[in-house]
């Protein structure tokens, strides 16, 4: 199986920046999309950002021109750089892999990134 774990999140305040990390590990054959995703208290699940094993991406409505999305695979890491940051951006985030072919999705336990002055 494959195994995510998430860093970097922690108490920002308005406008201020943090960038996550996700460290992925085990069987990594066919792990060509990887993501954040967020879920805000009361709120559905909904995608932060999704980067393929080239480079394509593609971004959440709420978040785009302020959260940028990367990764390194040799080291197999994903990033997830987040600017300007508002109290709506208060959400548990986790880290996603998918397995081509076979509709496996993978999950990290998340990281919470409280927004709050």
């Known amino acids: 199986q494959v195994q995510l774990v998430e860093s970097g999140g922690g108490l920002v305040q308005p406008g201020g920046s943090l960038r996550l990390s996700c460290a992925a590990s085990?069987?990594?054959?066919?792990?060509?999309?990887m993501g954040w995703y967020r879920q805000a208290p009361g709120k559905q699940r909904e995608l932060v950002a999704v980067?393929?094993?080239?480079?394509?991406?593609n971004y959440g409505d709420s978040v785009k021109g302020r959260f940028t999305i990367s990764r390194d695979n040799a080291k197999n890491m994903v990033y997830l750089q987040m600017n300007i940051l508002k109290p709506e951006d208060t959400a548990v985030y986790s880290c996603?892999?998918?397995?081509?072919?076979?509709?496996?999705?993978?999950w990290g336990q998340g990281t919470q990134v409280p927004v709050s002055s």
């Open positions: 980067i393929t094993n080239t480079g394509s991406t």
């Open positions: 996603n892999a998918r397995r081509n072919g076979v509709g496996i999705v993978y």
């Open positions: 085990g069987r990594l054959f066919s792990i060509y999309v």
